[in-house]
């Protein structure tokens, strides 16, 4: 068989820039950093280079119409990957303005050249390329431009990007003579914007493709990759598991078929209040060197939930402090969805984590700005769980505290929840009592009976018992089941 070439990659530096471009930006090409003021065009131009002087690249960052040197500087201050001693030997900054005023884009072309050979940098950001496009007198001419920069960048070995502001064409003339386009927008849903970043093209080379979320931090940019092109194949092939994971509620394994099936999902339905937090929590204390636990979270902070578990007699705080057992939390706001599914994949790969409670599973739902895409995200998700073996128990809210039905809070989720114990408030005698019931387990039988249970005290949450005496349970207004006096009057033999 012919050997397939590899081409080589300049990694970006950037956090998951690097996994949707499968590596980085193919060296010696030319690719375009679009997108609209404000994006975060200069931002990323300047991280690419402060990364590739950090492996001991040289990077030129050249400026046409935009803010000054002093300025630029000043900015990336504020930046973590901005390092000063880089300047200006592996780093250096000039204005090719000048050069493209008196002598247009022959003579900015020579500037380039000049400084790329004479600084020997092997990789060159060129900022404001609408300027250099304003000045050409045609297409042909600015194409032209494109192409010298093309033979030069081959002649140097120099990967070149160049930054520009998209001016709404349905193809611009250089888009189909680059190696790369990369896109990044800032999109309005509603009250709130999101950034994303799309990688339009790259050439000779396969990339993650749709729209990937990212922030400007105190890092720089930082790409969350979307979960389902990230993970669409799992990162290690599934496997059947046949073992079973204490729920650590007495009686509730039974019902079970003898806890929960290893490597599986199951999802804790019902109302506020009801709960599904004290369920996890018995679940998560359950963790051991051999098991580590992963309390991922977003109602209650790190404290509350000690000082809660400890109140049911569970010592959350130790196994904390033994390692057994993380707690991530959090709050509530315009988080990302695909970070927020991030943050709990890296969690789960760095303690090799294999009980998982989530708490709950409306803080990503509030977190999309997709609803559409929602049903496929968690399929993904679940997928990638159940192949790093992680035995998980989530909590879904049901919107009505009473009620015969169960109404699960996204479509398309009860097919992803391989087991179901649904919780739920029933009055009788003018009191509200609790009710648990084992609806599905996947390919194991369970007692899906009716059972009382209670929150009390040191014990926790703790089956009470079959609920007897009464009938239309699942109404939530149960009536007391009639006593049987023997046959209707008239009713008998001949």
């Known amino acids: 068989m012919a050997e397939v070439n590899t081409i080589e990659r300049v990694p970006s530096g950037v956090p998951g820039l690097d996994t949707v471009l499968k590596g980085g930006f193919p060296r010696g090409g030319i690719h375009i950093l679009q997108g609209v003021p404000g994006a975060g065009k200069t931002t990323l131009g300047n991280q690419i280079c402060?990364?590739?002087?950090?492996?001991?690249?040289?990077?030129?960052?050249?400026?046409?119409?935009?803010?000054?040197?002093?300025?630029?500087?000043?900015?990336?201050?504020?930046?973590?990957?901005?390092d000063a001693a880089r300047l200006p030997d592996q780093v250096a900054y000039i204005s090719g303005f000048g050069a493209l005023q008196?002598?247009?884009?022959?003579?900015?072309?020579?500037l380039l050249r000049r400084e790329v050979a004479a600084r020997k940098a092997t990789v060159l950001v060129l900022d404001g390329l609408v300027a250099a496009e304003d000045r050409?007198?045609?297409?042909?001419?600015?194409?032209?431009?494109?192409?010298?920069?093309?033979?030069?960048?081959?002649?140097?070995?120099?990967?070149?990007?160049?930054?520009?502001?998209?001016?709404?064409q349905a193809v611009p003339p250089e888009h189909t003579m680059v190696d790369g386009i990369v896109e990044l927008t800032d999109v309005r849903f509603g009250s709130r914007t999101e950034r994303g970043l799309f990688v339009n093209k790259l050439r000779g080379s396969d990339y993650l493709p749709g729209r990937h979320p990212f922030r400007i931090t105190e890092e720089g940019l930082v790409v969350y990759p979307r979960v389902e092109a990230a993970f669409r194949v799992t990162t290690r092939p599934d496997e059947a598991r046949s073992g079973r994971l204490s729920t650590g509620v007495e009686g509730l394994d039974a019902m079970l078929g003898g806890g929960l099936p290893?490597?599986?999902?199951?999802?804790?339905?019902?109302?506020?209040?009801?709960?599904?937090?004290?369920?996890?929590?018995?679940?998560?204390?359950?963790?051991?060197?051999?098991?580590?636990?992963?309390?991922?979270?977003?109602?209650?902070?790190?404290?509350?939930?000690?000082?809660?578990a400890a109140s049911l007699g569970l010592d959350l705080g130790g196994a904390v402090d033994r390692g057994e057992v993380?707690?991530?939390?959090?709050?509530?706001?315009?988080?990302?969805?695909?970070?927020?599914?991030?943050r709990l994949l890296d969690a789960l790969g760095r303690r090799g984590v294999r009980r998982l409670f989530l708490d709950g599973l409306g803080g990503f739902t509030e977190s999309s700005v997709e609803p559409g895409?929602?049903?496929?995200f968690f399929s993904v998700l679940v997928n990638e769980m159940r192949a790093r073996g992680v035995t998980a128990l989530y909590?879904?809210?049901?919107?009505?505290?009473?009620?015969?039905?169960?109404?699960?809070?996204?479509?398309?989720?009860?097919?992803?929840?391989?087991?179901?114990?649904?919780?739920?408030?029933?009055?009788?005698?003018?009191?509200?009592?609790?009710?648990?019931?084992?609806?599905?387990?996947?390919?194991?039988?369970?007692?899906?009976?009716?059972?009382?249970?209670?929150?009390?005290?040191?014990?926790?949450?703790?089956?009470?018992?079959?609920?007897?005496?009464?009938?239309?349970?699942?109404?939530?207004?149960?009536?007391?089941?009639p006593a049987w006096d023997g046959p209707p009057s008239g009713a008998g033999g001949q």
């Open 50 to 82: 402060y990364h590739h002087a950090a492996t001991g690249g040289r990077a030129l960052y050249v400026t046409l119409l935009s803010e000054t040197h002093a300025r630029m500087l000043l900015h990336l201050g504020t930046m973590r990957f901005f």
């Open 102 to 110: 008196g002598e247009g884009l022959p003579g900015l072309v020579t």
């Open 136 to 168: 050409a007198a045609s297409d042909t001419e600015f194409k032209t431009f494109i192409q010298e920069l093309q033979t030069q960048a081959g002649l140097h070995g120099c990967t070149v990007f160049l930054l520009t502001t998209a001016k709404g």
């Open 262 to 308: 290893e490597g599986t999902v199951t999802g804790v339905l019902g109302p506020s209040g009801i709960g599904k937090t004290t369920l996890g929590l018995h679940y998560a204390c359950g963790s051991s060197a051999a098991e580590p636990g992963l309390f991922f979270g977003f109602y209650e902070t790190p404290p509350r939930l000690v000082q809660q």
């Open 326 to 342: 993380e707690i991530l939390w959090q709050p509530q706001g315009e988080n990302l969805q695909d970070a927020l599914a991030h």
């Open 373 to 376: 895409r929602l049903s496929r």
């Open 395 to 481: 909590t879904m809210e049901t919107r009505d505290v009473v009620g015969p039905g169960i109404e699960l809070p996204v479509s398309g989720v009860s097919s992803l929840v391989e087991n179901l114990i649904a919780l739920r408030y029933v009055e009788r005698h003018a009191r509200s009592r609790r009710l648990l019931s084992v609806v599905k387990v996947r390919g194991s039988g369970f007692d899906p009976g009716l059972r009382e249970f209670v929150l009390e005290g040191r014990r926790g949450l703790s089956l009470a018992g079959a609920f007897e005496g009464a009938q239309e349970l699942l109404s939530g207004f149960a009536r007391d089941r």
